[in-house]
T-cell receptor
Framework: QQQVKQSPQSLIVQKGGISIINCAYE??????FPWYQQFPGKGPALLIA?????SEKKEGRFTISFNKSAKQFSLHIMDSQPGDSATYFC???????????FGKGTSLLVTP | DTAVSQTPKYLVTQMGNDKSIKCEQN?????MYWYKQDSKKFLKIMFS???????INETVPNRFSPKSPDKAHLNLHINSLELGDSAVYFC????????????FGPGTRLTVT
């Protein structure tokens, strides 16, 4: 059972554009929502994370928007660059659950 | 310094063989994990250890057995390998408490022929 649903599966954005990836969850016990970035042949790397007590978190060009009532959260990549081309995963976990429940990933391609 | 390391990076073996993947973290974390990433890149938790104690054991064939000799190490043993075991296996770690961040190793690509 997929606990975190992620869309789109793939995304092509021009350099300088905004990349938006969306995720939805059902388990209201989730209280930690990270985004991971994975380049080919590498392990996932933590990009940015949010907890449900805030609606938005920004780090550089990366912003998480969180809608607790809708049980949705999204990643916005501003001024997208070719170096951002990677697979992005959203995830969710509980305090006691320890494990991350991942979305299926979004393959992002930023064209020059 | 590598935070979470895995060996080997690549592992090619035949069906029916037994193999092990090793993981070490130098972050002083209490909890370690094994995740499996399939050919469609889907990441799924397999096991979690906290202070050398197994706390998560997802629906994984019992041919897979994790072993944690100490807090810094979590190894994965796989017996009687099958074609469907081909995947990338990632080790990860995190500290307990309010810091939930998990750090992943570089992965081990297992190919069963």
């Amino acid at each position: 059972q997929q606990q975190v649903k992620q869309s789109p599966q793939s995304l092509i954005v021009q350099k300088g554009g905004i990349s938006i990836i969306n995720c939805a969850y059902e388990n209201t016990a989730f209280d930690y929502f990270p985004w991971y970035q994975q380049f080919p042949g590498k392990g996932p790397a933590l990009l940015i994370a949010i907890r449900p007590d805030v609606s938005e978190k920004k780090e550089g060009r990366f912003t998480i928007s969180f809608n607790k009532s809708a049980k949705q959260f999204s990643l916005h990549i501003m001024d997208s660059q070719p170096g951002d081309s990677a697979t992005y995963f959203c995830a969710a976990s509980t305090n006691s659950g320890y494990a991350l429940n991942f979305g299926k990933g979004t393959s992002l391609l930023v064209t020059p | 310094d590598t935070a979470v390391s895995q060996t080997p990076k690549y592992l090619v073996t035949q069906m029916g063989n037994d193999k092990s993947i090793k993981c070490e973290q130098n972050l002083g974390h209490d909890t370690m994990y094994w995740y499996k990433q399939d050919s469609k890149k889907f990441l799924k938790i397999m096991f979690s250890y906290n202070n050398k104690e197994l706390i998560i054991n997802e629906t994984v064939p019992n041919r897979f057995s994790p072993k944690s000799p100490d807090k810094a190490h979590l190894n994965l043993h796989i017996n009687s390998l099958e074609l469907g075991d081909s995947a990338v296996y990632f080790c990860a770690s995190r500290s307990t408490g309010r810091v939930y961040e998990q750090y992943f190793g570089p992965g081990t690509r297992l190919t069963v022929t």
